[in-house]
């Protein structure tokens, strides 16, 4: 149930008219994610879709509605993850995924890039979006190379372009032996090739060349350090040999999954590296993962890496469960501010966003939620989500289905699905 302030100030009505750009949002506790910290009883203006002034007793502009917050949490709108939202809608029906490729000939294909087949009326984005998530990294999956292919930071507002540079996906270890000859030390072998062939050491029309003309081209600006290579990885050792390969060939790189990464966390800060974990990894899944645990978000982050959290397993579908693994990162000794900056300004800043989205300042997007609660806390909820400005109907699919079932308020008038009456 809403409060009753918010429900008196016109969110509902705010909420309703989804191409309203002019907001005042009173007497929140704004968890800014960015050097002002948390700041209590602060209005928030929002004019033209960007956050215009932040302070407290902000005068209301003639037009601008107002919000009461009742000092309830505002937050900047949470990262989802490195996942296939609007890449992916059905896991199990093939023609309806789009995040790998699968070439017999020359399969290490950089150029290929997931985000032309992004789809931004997925039925999976407002599922994500009412939970108070505003953007994802779309990745590329693994198909028949371990060099993914590519993928880009996209808002969940229906637009249909990404957003900032594009990153790289490439898997190493155990889990990409299979393609590369049973062996994760053939991985090295064939990355070697792959840079040499991009530096132009290795003629083109070479006939064991790994790569496309296209290809080495993309591989080229990756190495110019023009966007980060996202690399799938959880054992120290191959962890140790990534950063020294890194280095080598002086490439911005970021780490998703890590699972023992705890185990190099001075390294990984000392190369300022960003790690994308699920927090919740304490088994081992495999021998890659013999050193998880849950107190790998606080180690890293005490050791001064910077710390963001993605989903394993089916991150598409799922992603709204990363605020559970930022919760509890918290319970496993992160502090607070870095499980939110973990949910915000750490990956937007790894995946070079950073000066529009992550953070409530001047000048940024107005991509907020105003929550029930406190957002690590599973508990609480997102009470309303604003997305440049433009408050974002609180519905998906899910929630009308409940409706429809629960309450009999579907099309047709049907039945509530359940009656615990005579």
Not at 9 to 37: E, F, K, S
Not at 119 to 139: H, I, K, Q
Not at 207 to 225: D, M, N
Not at 323 to 352: H, K
Request: charge should be neutral; aromatic fraction near 4%.
């Amino acid at each position: 149930m809403l409060h009753a302030g918010l429900c008196a100030t016109g969110l509902l009505g705010v909420a309703a008219n989804v191409g309203a750009q002019d907001v005042l949002i009173r007497n929140a506790t704004v968890h800014t994610a960015g050097p002002q910290g948390t700041l209590q009883g602060t209005d928030v203006l929002v004019q033209g879709g960007t956050i215009r002034a932040v302070g407290a007793g902000l005068a209301a502009p003639a037009g601008v509605t107002t919000v009461d917050a009742a000092g309830k949490p505002l937050t900047p709108a949470l990262f989802g993850g490195i996942t296939g939202i609007g890449l992916e809608e059905v896991s199990g029906e093939a023609p309806t995924v789009d995040n790998a490729v699968s070439l017999e000939d020359q399969p290490m294909r950089p150029e290929f890039d997931v985000t032309l087949a992004y789809n931004p009326a997925s039925m999976l984005v407002p599922v994500a979006r009412v939970e108070g998530l505003g953007f994802t990294l779309l990745a590329a999956d693994t198909g028949k190379a371990f060099v993914a292919g590519q993928g880009g930071v996209v808002r969940l507002d229906g637009s249909a372009d990404p957003i900032g540079p594009r990153a790289l996906f490439v898997r190493l270890g155990a889990g990409a032996s299979d393609l590369s000859g049973k062996s994760r030390a053939a991985q090295w072998m064939l990355l070697d090739q792959m840079v040499a062939e991009a530096r132009g050491r290795v003629p083109a029309d070479s006939p064991h060349a790994l790569l496309t003309p296209a290809g080495r081209a993309v591989l080229a600006r990756y190495l110019g350090g023009q966007g980060r290579i996202v690399v799938k990885v959880d054992r120290a050792a191959d962890i140790r040999q990534l950063l020294r390969w890194a280095a080598r060939e002086r490439v911005r790189i970021a780490i998703a999954g890590g699972a023992e990464a705890w185990q190099l966390a001075p390294q990984l800060a000392q190369a300022q590296v960003p790690v994308f974990l699920d927090a919740l990894g304490n088994l081992p899944g495999n021998f890659d993962q013999i050193g998880a645990t849950l107190r790998n978000a606080a180690l890293l982050q005490a050791a001064g890496v910077e710390v963001a959290f993605t989903q394993a397993g089916d991150a598409s579908h799922n992603a709204r469960k990363v605020r559970q693994l930022a919760g509890n990162a918290v319970a496993n000794g992160l502090p607070w501010e870095a499980g939110l900056a973990g949910l915000t300004r750490v990956p937007a800043q790894a995946l070079g966003v950073g000066d529009r989205l992550g953070t409530i300042a001047v000048g940024r997007s107005a991509d907020l939620v105003l929550w029930s609660g406190d957002p690590l806390d599973v508990i609480h909820t997102a009470q309303q989500v604003w997305l440049g400005g433009r408050a974002m109907p609180m519905r998906s699919r899910q929630t009308e289905l409940r409706d429809r079932y629960l309450r009999g308020t579907g099309e047709g008038g049907l039945p509530p699905a359940y009656s615990h009456g005579p």
